[in-house]
């Protein structure tokens, strides 16, 4: 991890059983960092007391594992730091995006390097060289053939990413981890976060947001269940997304095309939680074509979120879409170069599924790195202008 060669604090946050603690401990046991984990009582406890105090005596290098749970650790980090800036000096964990919260944010500014950690990337899983987004950016897509996934594609939706479900020995054990997984995350970690009386609406909140997976966001139906008002439901839905459950994409814009959605799209954090809360299997999602489109964009944008993570130049994820209906699933941005994917479940492509990334193309111009539709096909093949239907197993298999 380089940010410890020159950075004092360097920040691994995200959701709770995706590999942060893992992580943490190969690259400080190494270089011979202590471990402290705020999940055990008595520590928490004196960490909360005297938040100064409990970093002073702290060994000088140091892995702090969920951190999120004592907010004030993070100005007494500041002072430390700020008398002896050393890099490499703490590593911390975090299950809650403290992005989200400035005041967290703000106190370690200009000494703390933050990475996200996500669930597992397919790439990942099958141990394969992620080599997609090279090409996506390269406009570099070959004439080429191969077998559609069709089954195995539901199955790896309804696995999700998550290391601890996908050691489960079938989707219906793996199922009840992401039940037990929710249960306890809310129990825990929201509860240490913010004070709320109906810890039940959560479950139910989040289930439906899992039903709008990959739709616009929109708080007022998602309020519409519950005797709670909009602005409730609106924090709510902010502190789902801080522990990392949902993700909200926001939409891309351009000073070319005035009629455009503002409107940012919702996406669950991991399929197979979103499969889980649905109550859904393979056969239930093979039959139902809509849940399997929803979930099919949400499974393509994390795999692009978690290769984009990797990258050394920052890819910011947009979704594009206007007034008169043209949209983009995926609008990708790496520097000044523009990129679109679009998803669709079916084994074919036509001229037809092209037409938001022709209006994106003409939207960026020369800034117009490529565009694809990703299909549960057999070939990719090129449709002109940078444009391309490529199998949905390009994602993970191009090396």
């Known amino acids: 991890m380089e940010g410890l060669a020159d950075t004092p604090v360097v920040l691994i946050h995200g959701p709770r059983q995706c590999g942060k603690t893992t992580l943490a401990q190969e690259v400080g046991g190494a270089e011979g960092f202590g471990y402290i984990s705020f999940d055990d009582a008595v520590t928490l406890s004196a960490a909360q007391t005297d938040p100064a105090g409990f970093v002073a005596a702290l060994p000088s290098r140091t892995i702090l594992d969920e951190v999120q749970r004592v907010p004030g650790l993070f100005a007494a980090i ?18 809650a995006n403290v992005l989200l919260v400035p005041k967290l944010a703000d106190s370690l500014a200009g000494r703390m390097e933050i990475h ?37 594609l539901i199955e790896r939706i309804i696995a999700g990413g998550y290391p601890a479900a996908l050691a489960r020995p079938s989707a219906i054990r793996r199922a009840i981890w992401y039940r037990d997984y929710l249960e306890s995350l809310i129990q825990r970690d929201v509860k240490d976060l913010a004070r709320i009386t109906s810890l039940d609406v959560l479950p139910r909140l989040l289930k439906l947001v899992a039903g709008q997976t990959a739709k ?38 351009s000073n070319r095309l005035s009629r455009l959605v503002k409107t940012p799209k919702v996406h669950i954090g991991d ?51 206007d007034k008169e209906g043209a949209e983009v699933d995926i609008v990708l941005e790496r520097g000044s170069r523009v990129a679109g994917v679009e998803v669709k479940a079916s084994g074919t492509v036509t001229a037809s599924d092209f037409r938001g990334l022709r209006k994106l193309k003409e939207a960026t111009d020369d800034h117009f790195a490529g565009g694809v539709v990703l299909y549960d096909g057999e070939i990719s093949v090129g449709f002109g202008d940078d444009l391309y239907a490529v199998p949905i197993r390009s994602l993970w298999e191009m090396g």
Request: hydrophobic share 40%; glycine share 6%.
């Open 78 to 95: 500041k002072m430390e730091v700020d008398r002896n800036r050393t890099p490499g000096r703490f590593i911390l964990t975090g299950s």
């Open 116 to 152: 996200r950690l996500y669930p597992l990337a397919q790439c990942e899983i099958g141990r394969k060289e992620p080599g997609f987004l090279s090409a996506l950016f390269g406009a570099s897509f070959k004439i080429q053939r191969g077998e559609r996934l069709g089954t195995e």
């Open 216 to 253: 616009l966001l929109n708080v007022t139906d998602l309020a519409a269940p519950f005797q709670l008002s909009r602005p409730t439901i609106a924090d709510y839905v902010t502190l789902l997304e801080r522990v990392f459950l949902l993700e909200r994409l926001p939409p891309w814009h």
């Open 271 to 321: 399929t197979g939680l979103a499969a889980s809360l649905l109550g859904l299997d393979a056969s239930d999602l093979a039959r139902d074509r809509m849940s399997l489109g929803a979930l099919l964009e949400t499974f393509v944008f994390q795999e692009l979120r978690r290769q984009a993570s990797w990258d050394v130049i920052p890819t910011t994820l947009y979704h594009f879409r």
